[in-house]
């Protein structure tokens, strides 16, 4: 059985992956992140104009990161297909469809989820997904007088 530095075994962190994940399906942000260590290695890469990408260093940006998210992202399905752990490291991939709350817009995307637990602990946390297709979404104005998506904003052009 391999385990990690702090001689936790495989078992373990397959176990602090699957409280995270259910945790997760079930809106229990509270109990999310109390899963992250104080300090943890966090990116989800992406434009720097979609106030949810980006990284974090502390369980107190991650808390914030979990809270923020629904007010911009209304979750319409996340698909949990594959988890796999090696010793401390996980893979989690799956699909997920969401809007874009202030506009209607969709994202549709496959994810892989990459995390490293350490000591019980999740820290290190990956997510990839489409950029492109979420950085899309969220140009995407807000709804017209009308109800009607307007134009996706295509930026200052030179």
């Known amino acids: ?7 936790i075994d495989a078992p373990e962190h397959a ?7 259910d945790r997760l ?3 229990d ?4 992140v109390t899963l992250f260590a104080e300090r943890v290695d966090w990116d ?8 949810w990408l980006g990284t974090r260093t502390t369980r107190s940006e991650v808390a914030d990161y979990f809270t923020a998210h629904p007010t911009h992202v209304a979750k319409e399905e996340f698909v ?9 490291e996980a893979a989690v991939s799956g699909r997920f469809r969401s809007r874009v709350i202030r506009s209607g817009a969709a994202m549709e995307s496959w994810f892989v989820l990459q995390l490293t637990v350490t000591a019980g602990e999740i820290t290190r946390y990956r997510f990839y997904e489409d950029s492109l297709t ?7 104005t807000a709804k017209g007088a009308a109800g009607q998506t307007q134009e996706t904003h ?5």
């Open 29 to 32: 942000i509270d109990g999310v």
């Open 134 to 140: 979420v950085a899309r979404a969220w140009a995407t």
């Open 25 to 27: 399906a079930w809106g």
């Open 154 to 158: 295509k930026g200052a052009t030179d």
């Open 44 to 51: 989800v890469p992406g434009a720097v104009e979609v106030p």
């Open 80 to 88: 949990v297909e594959r988890t796999l752990v090696d010793g401390a």
């Open 1 to 7: 059985m391999r385990s990690d530095a702090n001689g």
């Open 15 to 21: 176990e602090t992956v699957e409280r995270f994940l």
